[in-house]
């Protein structure tokens, strides 16, 4: 199971006026084949389906740990994607056209289909695909499956941070760079583990440097290159016979941390009468409150 706890990975800044093409190319880091999405679901899918696990522990302890993070991702990309379509339409009677501006948006589903908020799907409006998964069965081949499309989401988070300045979607995206930089990091010493191969000698592919990104750099200087999460859970404190040593690319230890990131406010979307959502006026909500009252 997955505990949730009511917190975003970081904080994100809320923008004085909406971005609806930034909004649109976040899209892709969600639902693309190299998305969010399909992170989160290839290792959830690896983890549900793990042959052996007491035998091969730690390496089941590595995949589960990470699909938990890969949850908040997902999580942390959509409030990016919410606040980046926040002010894009106005309040107003219906034949005013307050939705006018979606009419001409690049990404029209943000305006027919989710009230302004993230799609599951990638930056051209296309449905996240199961097929995006793979869950051999075979522990070598998966890992270095994990290890790859984690490059390839590097390589798209890099293409997005250079498409947009928006600091929205640039501080979300400097702080994946660096917790999926660690990811590659975790897969290739698993991988090596597993083989005796340092495919770690293959990078860059890309760079994992994030000193050129500017957004990332505060959270390299957290040390959040260098850290994995236990989420509190003892039974996967076995991370630590892979996850350790030092770290290629910044030379400093790597640490197992027995806990989870320290979170940051979920944030609060405001009512968008425009798009009817939530839906609810002053008078329906105060019959909902009298009868929550009620039953109190």
């Known amino acids: 199971m997955i505990k949730r706890v009511n917190k975003i990975a970081i904080e994100l800044p809320r ?6 093409n930034a909004a649109a190319a976040v899209q892709e880091l969600m639902g693309g084949k190299f998305g969010e999405m399909s992170t989160l679901n290839n290792y959830m899918f690896q983890s549900f389906n793990f042959r052996d696990k007491k035998k091969f ?10 699909t938990a993070e890969e949850f908040g991702h997902v999580e942390l990309v959509a409030n990016a994607i919410n606040l980046l379509s926040f002010g894009n339409t106005f309040p107003g009677d219906p034949d005013m056209t307050p939705l006018q501006n979606g009419k001409d948006a690049r990404y029209s589903l943000h305006f027919t289909t989710t009230a302004q908020t993230a799609y599951p799907g990638d930056s051209m409006g296309r449905p996240w695909n199961g097929e995006y998964v793979t869950n051999s069965g075979n522990l070598v081949s998966d ?8 490059i390839g989401a590097r390589t798209h988070k890099m293409r997005v941070y250079e498409m947009t300045d928006n600091p ?8 994946l760079l660096v917790r999926g930089g660690t990811h590659i990091i975790a897969y290739a010493k698993a991988i090596e583990v597993a083989t005796g191969v340092n495919v770690g000698k293959m990078l ?3 760079s994992l440097d994030n000193n050129k990104f500017d957004y990332a750099k505060p959270f390299m200087e957290k040390g959040l290159y260098n850290v994995l999460y236990t989420w ?7 991370i630590s016979k892979i996850w350790k040593g030092k770290n290629p690319e910044t030379g400093d230890e790597l640490r197992v941390i027995d806990g989870m990131p320290e979170g940051a406010p979920v944030p609060d979307f405001e009512p968008l ?3 009817f959502a939530p839906g609810i006026d002053r008078d329906d909500y ?3 409150l009298k009868r929550l009252m009620e039953n109190m």
Request: aromatic share 10%; proline share 12%.
């Open 15 to 20: 923008p004085e006026h909406g971005d609806m």
């Open 57 to 66: 522990k730690p390496f089941y302890d590595l995949i589960a740990s990470i």
């Open 143 to 150: 890992l270095l499956h994990n290890y790859l499309l984690e």
């Open 168 to 175: 929205v979607a640039r501080t979300m995206i400097g702080y």
């Open 204 to 206: 860059p592919i890309p």
């Open 232 to 238: 509190g859970e003892p039974e996967y404190r076995d």
């Open 273 to 275: 009468p425009e798009e």
């Open 286 to 288: 105060e019959r909902i």
